[in-house]
């Protein structure tokens, strides 16, 4: 009996227990639907912080679940910006359960601008039920895109717009001739590119952020410096790429920016151009800012909260090595550039799978071996014999005698990755990477990005926005996903040939600081620039990829 009772007990109780979850979620149901639910179905909710709108919406659409009492529209509703409440600026209107806010005709909303829009629990509808308490909705609105009027502020024309561009990589003429050049089908483009910043009237600097020029992408059969081409030293080569005929006709486009006082044309240091010194950039384009040093390196900071620069200072293979030989500066990268090159120039090689077999340095051996023979498979070229003294080297970076490959590794594996703390501190590294790390900022530099400047657990001095080239993948990230982001990482991708890239290409960024346009946002926006087929005359224009903007205020 005992047993039986037992049982039915336990039954009861597991009834019970079933039965009371039902009979609390049904309670909240009931609960939920005592108040007004509201969407913005013409609105994109981002990261789960704020609605987007267009710029030049002239209405915003609030559907509610219920049928709206128009009775209480009164103080129901506050529209306001950082000047203030708009309460003239709109009309209110309900249809049903649709409740409009009209714009008045005179009134036009900023772009670039964030809004707040306020609901109170005065709204109610024909039922008698409210929101659950007052609701504050962050709208921002989206920016103009490049190209079109833009900023004007107390009546008077404003220049707010900063243009990115990096990694366009010109050759000499023999880089053009033998077809070891990254750049040239892009040429066209560029020059248009650099024509419509001219003309655009919202630009207000041009930064170029590394790599416009490559003295690095040379088959290593060929000796950089050529008496009988008129190069007999790195300046003499950085200004036969400036005079070549497939770039000539961009630098003048160059020159007219640097000329023109409205615009700031600014260069910082990339990896395959650090050679360039400021007084033979200067010859070569006069009027241009320089933003860089002896090392090879540079950084530009338009405003605080904003930094721009290429990036390679974070990347191991590719940043400059003063320590490894000192009097010398040149990267493990530039030799594996050097066989990159010979394998564009060649279209007959094929792949030979001997391997070098070496005791180094472990990271750095294996990302060297891995980068030698990546080259050769891109290829299918053969294994050059890699004892062989035939890398030219003619005189650049100091460097006279020929190298072999095994030689040029020997060189760093002695001692890259036991300096390589003391280098990042003469190369100004804010936050030391490891080994690995910096192996990794060779292809993507978001996680540099992160460590560097952006993540608060790491950064020095969190930054808003951080600009960088080198990686030619272009992209827009904030960080950290969600409604809390408190950085945004953007990269100007490349524009050198698409043949030679597996991203897109022609791609620069467009940044519009809070400070100079009055917002309480900076704006990130991402382009490419396309010729457009429309009409009948094809024409470049800017084709937009991607916004995003971050608040200035918190």
Not at 334 to 352: D, H, T, V
Request: charged residues 20%.
């Amino acid at each position: 009996m005992k047993k039986k009772l037992l049982i039915l007990s336990t039954i009861l109780l597991a009834s019970m227990l079933m039965i009371v979850p039902q009979s609390c979620n049904k309670e909240i149901e009931i609960q939920a639907d005592q108040y007004l639910g509201i969407s913005f179905p013409k609105l994109t909710l981002k990261h789960d912080l704020y609605y987007s709108i267009d710029h030049d919406a002239r209405s915003i659409e609030m559907v509610f679940d219920q049928d709206l009492d128009e009775a209480t529209l009164l103080n129901c509703l506050f529209f306001s910006d950082k000047q203030g409440f708009l309460d003239s600026e709109y009309d209110l209107e309900v249809t049903g359960n649709i409740l409009w806010m009209k714009f008045h005709t005179d009134f036009e909303l900023n772009d670039g601008w964030k809004y707040l829009l306020t609901i109170t629990k005065n709204l109610k509808s024909t039922s008698g039920k409210s929101l659950k308490q007052d609701e504050t909705f962050e709208l921002r609105t989206t920016s103009k895109h490049i190209g079109s009027a833009k900023s004007v502020k107390d009546g008077i024309k404003q220049r707010t717009l900063i243009a990115c561009i990096s990694d366009v990589h010109m050759g000499d003429p023999r880089a053009n001739d033998n077809h070891y050049s990254w750049f040239g089908k892009n040429a066209e483009a560029l020059e248009n590119f650099l024509e419509f910043i001219y003309n655009d009237d919202d630009v207000k600097e041009l930064v170029i952020m590394g790599d416009l020029f490559d003295e690095w992408l040379v088959p290593y059969t060929v000796n950089p410096f050529d008496p009988a081409s008129g190069i007999n030293n790195s300046d003499e080569y950085f200004k036969a790429i400036a005079n070549a005929q497939t770039n000539s006709a961009v630098f003048d486009k160059f020159r007219d920016i640097a000329n023109k006082a409205e615009i700031d044309l600014i260069y910082i240091h990339g990896n395959h151009d650090m050679m360039l010194t400021q007084s033979t950039l200067e010859d070569i384009i006069p009027g241009i800012i320089w933003k860089s040093d002896e090392k090879g390196l540079g950084k530009y900071n338009p405003v605080n909260g904003i930094i721009m620069e290429h990036g390679h200072r974070y990347d191991f293979f590719n940043c400059p090595q003063p320590l490894v030989n000192p009097s010398h500066k040149l990267p493990p990268g530039y030799f594996i550039s050097r066989l990159y090159a010979a394998g564009m120039e060649s279209s007959s090689a094929k792949m030979n799978k001997r391997i070098i077999s070496i005791k180094d340095s472990a990271e750095f051996f294996t990302a060297w071996s891995l980068a030698i023979l990546y080259t050769l498979n891109d290829f299918n070229m053969d294994m050059p014999d890699m004892s062989a003294k035939n890398i030219l080297m003619g005189g650049i970076d100091g460097y006279s005698n020929p190298f072999s490959f095994i030689g040029a590794q020997h060189m760093y594996a002695i001692n890259i990755e036991d300096l390589w703390p003391q280098t990042q501190t003469v190369n100004e590294v804010p936050v030391p990477l490891t080994v690995f790390a910096a192996l990794l900022n060779g292809v993507d530099l978001y996680g540099a990005a992160l460590i560097e400047f952006m993540q608060k657990s790491t950064a020095l001095d969190p930054y808003k926005i951080v600009a960088f080239g080198h990686s030619h993948f272009p992209e827009i990230l904030v960080h950290p996903v969600g409604k809390d982001f408190t950085s945004i990482y953007a990269n100007s991708g490349s524009w050198i040939d698409e043949d030679q890239s597996s991203h897109d290409v022609r791609t620069f960024l467009t940044v519009e600081p809070g400070e100079w346009s009055g917002s309480d946002l900076d704006v990130v926006m991402l382009y490419q620039y396309n010729l457009n087929s429309e009409g009948s005359v094809p024409k470049y224009k800017p084709k937009f990829i991607k916004e995003e903007s971050i608040d200035v205020t918190k």
